[in-house]
């Protein structure tokens, strides 16, 4: 069987790594968009205090994270240990009691299946700060060991070439889909046919575009979201834990005294790829709302994503109906990094004909 891989996002180089494993001929295609997703994700792995309750999308979101351990396990077995990969630990903090409360309810609820999470505690605000310097003096915390954050760039690419080292292709183009006698059939930019067995969309943002041609009308948009960078020089950031204060703003760190503010989510920008005064204000007042110690710190980028936004939070994964050999994965939104490398091995086990290790069914792309 040969498979083309439209897309080498977090999703689309999971299934090429997942199915070049199995041994299975692939082929993975990826244009490397301005604001291609992956490369923008602060790179946050908790599910456990999120607000969001959607029963099937939270099954992902927690499975995604269970198996981050066997994956980077997995990857480092094969040579592959830059990842940026850390369980530096969660702090949630809140500015209400009754807001804590409520946050520790919700993971309490979340963790009597997930020993990943390890032993949840609460913390005081001195501790708190202790574990998070730059954070304001006045909020206590509940502190989740099992938190961890990872450089989606790093990832992405180390599976990528893994699945090259497995004998997998990889091709830098912009490619089409039109229909040939009912079946898909994948053009590169010089309108040559890319032959396939199996055509997998994992196309992010831009997957819409390009199934459009063949007559579906795919439910996922961009939405930006711009992200800082900030350096405190000489300073030892690597084993922060990730900061949530639980608003739709957070805050982690990374090995190079860098910690990282995240981010607006923007609907209806279209692909607009741009740093805005408004966003970057956004970002930085949220962020020294929490943390005043980065005050002194050197903006060194920022960063701009469009995430795959679907309808709902719940991602789009499986086959099309009615045109055979076509995959869809998408809709992974802004939990993508969590959910993408667990959902990649899920379509490579549904391209490869067996059971995938969840049913994907509540996922199905409409036809
Ligand atoms: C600011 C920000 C912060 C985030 N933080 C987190 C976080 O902390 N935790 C978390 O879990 N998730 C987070 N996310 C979400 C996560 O980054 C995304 O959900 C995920 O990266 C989406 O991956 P993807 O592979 O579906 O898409 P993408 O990474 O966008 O990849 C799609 C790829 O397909 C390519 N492509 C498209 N069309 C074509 C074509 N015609 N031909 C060839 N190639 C094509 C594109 O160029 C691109 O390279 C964040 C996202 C953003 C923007």
Redesign the pocket.
């Known amino acids: 069987m040969r498979v083309v891989v439209?897309?080498?996002?977090?999703?689309?180089?999971s299934v090429a790594y997942h199915l070049a494993q199995k041994g299975i001929e692939v082929e993975i295609?990826?244009?490397?968009?301005q604001?291609?997703?992956?490369?923008?994700?602060?790179?946050?792995?908790c599910p456990w205090a999120t607000k969001a309750t959607d029963p099937q999308w939270y099954a992902l979101?927690a499975a995604?994270a269970a198996s981050y351990a066997g994956l980077i396990d997995g990857l480092i077995e094969r040579g592959e240990d830059d990842l940026g990969y850390r369980r530096v630990g969660a702090l949630i903090v809140a500015e209400t009691a009754e807001e804590l409360d409520a946050a520790d309810q919700r993971i309490q609820s979340r963790i009597g299946n997930a020993p990943e999470a390890g032993y949840v505690r609460r913390v005081t605000a001195q501790e708190a700060k202790r574990l998070f310097p730059p954070l304001r003096e006045d909020l206590a915390g509940i502190y989740i060991p099992g938190g961890a954050?990872?450089n989606?760039r790093l990832l992405?690419a180390a599976m990528t070439r893994a699945a090259v080292a497995m004998g997998a292709v990889l091709r830098?183009?912009?490619?089409?889909l039109d229909l040939q006698d009912g079946r898909p059939r994948c053009l590169d930019s010089s309108g040559r046919t890319i032959t396939a067995d199996e055509i997998i969309v994992?196309?992010?943002?831009?997957?819409s575009?390009?199934l459009r041609p063949i007559g579906l009308e795919h439910p996922v948009a961009p939405?930006?979201?711009?992200?800082i960078h900030i350096q405190l020089p000489g300073v030892e950031t690597k084993s922060w834990p990730v900061l949530l204060p639980m608003t739709s703003h957070?805050l982690?760190a990374f090995d190079d005294s860098r910690v990282v503010v995240?981010?607006?989510r923007e609907d209806n920008t279209g692909f607009d790829y741009r740093v805005t005064a408004g966003g970057q204000a956004e970002v930085l007042n949220a962020g020294l709302r929490f943390a005043p110690g980065l005050a002194s710190g050197t903006i060194i980028e920022t960063?701009?994503?469009?995430?795959?936004a679907g309808e709902s939070i719940k991602p789009i994964l499986g086959r099309v109906p009615g045109i055979e050999g076509l995959i869809v994965?998408?809709?992974?939104?802004?939990?993508?990094?969590?959910?993408?490398p667990y959902a990649g091995r899920l379509l490579a086990q549904l391209c490869a004909g067996e059971t995938p290790d969840t049913t994907i069914e509540p996922y199905a792309p409409a036809a």
């Open positions: 439209i897309g080498a996002g977090i999703l689309g180089s295609i990826d244009e490397a968009h604001g291609k997703a992956t490369l923008a994700g602060a790179g946050i792995v979101y995604g954050r990872v989606g992405a830098h183009d912009h490619v089409t994992t196309a992010g943002a831009w997957a575009q390009i939405q930006r979201g711009q992200i957070y982690l995240g981010a607006t960063r701009i994503g469009f995430r795959p994965g998408n809709a992974l939104g802004a939990s993508g990094l969590s959910i993408g």
